[in-house]
């Protein structure tokens, strides 16, 4: 098969159902990261050009926060709309130079956080009507902690507005473990950490009239990085809720759901790869990426601790200048050359990398 030609900027709408269809075909998963400010967003789109496949860039809400700085008053979710609007200009500006596709998103949004996606929604709209685009390509909602009901009552409220934008919905069904951003699901009871097929019939039957979703259907995903054993990853989940949905619906393709993978960070390949093949096309990569970013900023300090401890004066001499050894853009490039290899290794994981035909 042929490699699917792409095109530089963002991708909303027809453009992003195309890609998924592609990946489920080609059997790779694009990874979806956190970014927090303009380093590790260039630091994205850099590791995406090497791996010549688009990448799904995403803010959580606390870093659509930190993207505006965490100065600002935050009533009623401005400072994160805003961090999340200016961080979305900044890549489709940039996108474009860097010559890589980007599909832009919104991590976890529980109900609290609604007037968050709210706000983004309105920012959507207005973009919308001037570009005949929306803003940003998805947003997540994760209603997860409520009933099954609840939950998918509000996601076909939000769909049906978004898919008059061309936009695309995340759900989630089930609960991802552990901790993010604040959310913490770490002592939550087990059986909620693996979903129904049941339940994702529901939630398709309801949603699929109105629009584009894809689902994070948890399979025992935990968000961060834990001692191995502490995980138990059962990807059949996934393949047993394409079944359903095919069989119940009479779907014709094998794989009529787009599968978001959780917690990426840690897991194993077999694990991995066995979720693609159900039909995982998105998989979250955060903590791995953190620490991508963070463990060379260490070495740095630690490799240049003593021309660190004063503007002047060093083992070179007590008069010597060392303004190039504190100026941030050394440690910070540092860490972002880190956080590129790792997401580069992320493409490679998820059958991603060189994959496509960026033009
Ligand atoms: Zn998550």
């Not at 900027?9 to 998963?29: D, I, M, P, R, S």
């Not at 992320?346 to 496509?356: H, K, P, S």
Request: glycine residues 8%; hydrophobic residues 40%; proline residues 4%.
């Amino acid at each position: 098969m042929s490699k699917m030609k792409v095109r530089s900027g963002v991708l909303t709408g027809n453009e992003l159902q195309e890609v998924f269809a592609y990946c489920k075909e080609t059997k790779c998963a694009l990874p979806a990261v956190n970014v927090i400010g303009s380093s590790t967003i260039n630091a994205a789109m850099y590791a995406a050009k090497q791996a010549n496949s688009p990448i799904i860039i995403q803010f959580s809400n606390g870093g659509a926060v930190f993207n505006a700085g965490k100065y600002l008053d935050n009533t009623n979710q401005r400072a994160a709309v805003a961090g999340a609007v200016a961080g979305a200009h900044h890549i489709r500006m940039l996108s474009k130079l860097y010559e890589v596709p980007v599909i832009l998103h919104t991590d976890h949004c529980a109900r609290k956080l609604l007037p968050w996606v709210d706000g983004m929604l309105e920012a959507g709209e207005e973009y919308f009507k001037s570009t005949g685009e929306p803003l940003y390509s998805s947003h997540m909602l994760d209603l997860s902690e409520e009933d099954l009901e609840a939950n998918i009552k509000t996601c076909a409220e939000y769909l049906e507005r978004m898919a008059k934008i061309n936009m695309t919905l995340e759900i989630e069904l089930g609960v991802t473990g552990g901790e993010e951003d604040g959310v913490d699901n770490s002592h939550i009871d087990s059986s909620r950490l693996y979903t129904q097929p049941e339940e994702v019939l529901q939630a398709y039957d309801a949603l699929n009239p109105l629009g584009k979703f894809t689902v994070a259907a948890a399979f025992g995903n935990t968000h961060g990085v834990y001692k191995p054993g502490n995980v138990m990853l059962r990807p059949e989940i996934l393949k047993h809720s394409q079944a359903m949905i095919r069989q119940e619906r009479g779907r014709s393709e094998e794989k009529p759901l787009d599968l978001v993978f959780h917690g990426g960070s840690g897991s194993e390949q077999a694990k991995i790869t066995e979720a693609i093949e159900y039909g995982v096309i998105k998989m979250n990569i955060d903590t791995d990426t953190q620490w991508a970013f963070t463990r060379p900023v260490r070495e740095y300090m630690d490799a240049n601790h003593d021309y660190l401890m004063a503007q002047i004066g060093n083992p070179e001499g007590e008069d010597k200048p060392n303004k190039k050894y504190i100026d941030p853009r050394a440690w910070m490039v540092a860490g972002e050359k880190g956080y590129a290899e790792r997401l580069v290794q992320a493409f490679r994981d998820l059958n991603a990398f060189d994959q496509f035909d960026l033009g």
